[in-house]
């Protein structure tokens, strides 16, 4: 059986909402779900993709044109 490695990276700056320790963030995807943990602590959040999606399709600033 092999395990599939999940590629975790750490958030510069961020700090835990739950225990404010500093650069313990790490965001990665599992099974297709944006997850934030904290390493220092049991903090844990998930935002599926609808939920993404939804706030990345907000207010446009400019559109590019060459």
Same mark, same amino acid.
Do not use: N, W
């Given at each position: 059986? +092999?395990?599939v490695?999940? =590629?975790?990276?750490? #958030?510069?700056?961020?700090? /835990?909402?739950? !225990?404010?320790?500093?650069? +313990?963030?790490?965001?990665? =995807?599992?099974?297709? #779900?944006?997850?934030?943990? /904290?390493?220092? !602590? ?25």
């Amino acid at each position: 059986m +092999s395990r599939v490695r999940v =590629k975790k990276r750490f #958030v510069a700056g961020a700090k /835990c909402p739950k !225990c404010h320790a500093q650069d +313990s963030i790490v965001l990665f =995807k599992e099974q297709g #779900v944006e997850t934030v943990e /904290c390493v220092e !602590c049991d903090y844990r959040e998930q935002q599926a993709e609808a939920e993404v999606a939804k706030q990345a399709t907000g207010a446009v600033i400019g559109v590019f044109k060459p």
